[in-house]
């Protein structure tokens, strides 16, 4: 990662730190996946108190995008030439891909 997305990163670490200071368990989540970031269960917990969070405060989920857009925009791509962002609600079929030879079908709607 590029140092400005180490910044980035920082940033929302400092975003979600400030929300969850007065939530024990929420924060018992976060230092708890700091501490083990490749443990899934870690992980997941850390992700429902997100959830949680965001759902309970429309200012801090609108923050907690905001600061997400310049960590994805940091991040290092392999090939700089094929970067694909996915962002909002997704009704349909999505395709992320770099080169394709002919169609592309999902099936019978």
């Known amino acids: 990662m590029y140092l400005p ?27 708890a996946a700091e501490d083990n970031p ?3 269960g870690r992980i997941q917990a850390l992700s429902t108190a997100l ?13 907690l995008r905001a600061v997400w857009r310049e960590v994805i925009a940091h991040l290092e791509v392999p090939d700089p030439a094929n970067v694909n962002h996915i962002t909002g609600a997704i009704t349909g079929n999505v395709v ?12 019978n709607p």
Do not use: K, N, W, Y
Request: charged fraction near 30%.
């Open 38 to 40: 490749s443990d899934p």
């Open 51 to 63: 959830r949680t969070a965001a759902a309970a405060d429309p200012d801090f989920a609108e923050a």
């Open 96 to 107: 992320q891909a770099r080169d394709i030879s002919g169609g592309v079908t999902f099936g």
């Open 5 to 31: 997305g180490r910044s980035a990163v920082a940033a929302l670490v400092t975003v979600v730190r400030r929300r969850f200071e007065r939530r024990p368990d929420a924060q018992a989540a976060l230092d």
